[in-house]
């Protein structure tokens, strides 16, 4: 994968991808990530974390891909699902990543209780799984990563990239 994740990501190909090769995938695209990202709010250069969506329906691989992406940026302890937790937080050499599973929030308004604001303030590479549950609380600049099922092939799925 030669482009970086950045807000300037086109969408990309659809790929149709084994287990194997979406692990592989998410672990270069985690190694080629660039977080923090800078922008300028009210005259000051402020850092901004850079946030992937991960979309898909239950049994997609949206856990997977987010475990690679973080072993790829560097996170070397154990990456498990928030489900329960929410959000988990983990360090790596180049950065604090947060892995959030919005599955069990009602809406955007759930949000405030995770720490969002702070999140979406924080120099950091930030996996959502579920995003759609954030509304319009999820920055338009998200990476959007989309995984489906591929009825011919159970085995295999599909990936969607783009970005706005």
Same mark, same amino acid.
């Given at each position: 994968?030669?482009? *970086?994740? =950045? =807000? !300037?990501?086109?969408?990309?190909?659809?790929?149709?991808?084994?287990?194997?090769? @979406?692990?592989?995938?998410?672990? *270069?695209?985690?190694?080629?990530?660039?977080?923090?990202?800078?922008?300028?709010?009210?005259?000051?250069?402020?850092? *901004?974390?850079?946030?992937? %969506?991960?979309?898909?329906?239950?049994?997609?691989?949206?856990?997977?891909?987010?475990?690679?992406?973080? !072993?790829?940026?560097? &996170? $070397?302890?154990?990456?498990?699902?928030? $489900?329960?937790?929410?959000?988990?937080?983990?360090?790596?050499?180049?950065?604090?990543?947060?892995?959030?599973?919005?599955?069990?929030?009602?809406?955007?308004?759930?949000?405030?209780? /995770?720490?969002?604001?702070?999140?979406?303030?924080?120099?950091? /590479?930030? /996996?959502?799984?579920?995003?759609?549950?954030?509304?319009?609380? /999820?920055?338009? %600049?998200?990476?959007?990563?989309?995984?489906?099922? @591929?009825?011919? =092939?159970?085995?295999?799925?599909?990936?969607? &990239?783009?970005?706005?």
């Amino acid at each position: 994968m030669s482009r *970086r994740a =950045s =807000s !300037r990501h086109a969408a990309m190909p659809d790929a149709q991808l084994t287990e194997s090769e @979406l692990i592989a995938w998410g672990e *270069r695209f985690g190694a080629e990530c660039q977080a923090p990202m800078t922008a300028t709010v009210g005259g000051v250069e402020r850092a *901004r974390p850079l946030i992937v %969506a991960i979309e898909g329906d239950l049994g997609a691989g949206k856990t997977t891909l987010a475990r690679a992406i973080c !072993r790829g940026f560097g &996170v $070397t302890e154990d990456v498990t699902s928030p $489900t329960f937790a929410l959000v988990h937080r983990y360090e790596s050499g180049r950065g604090p990543v947060y892995h959030l599973d919005l599955y069990r929030l009602a809406g955007p308004g759930d949000l405030t209780n /995770l720490g969002w604001d702070d999140i979406m303030n924080e120099p950091a /590479l930030v /996996l959502v799984e579920w995003p759609e549950r954030a509304g319009d609380r /999820l920055p338009a %600049a998200a990476l959007r990563v989309r995984l489906s099922h @591929l009825s011919a =092939s159970p085995a295999m799925r599909a990936l969607h &990239v783009e970005s706005r």
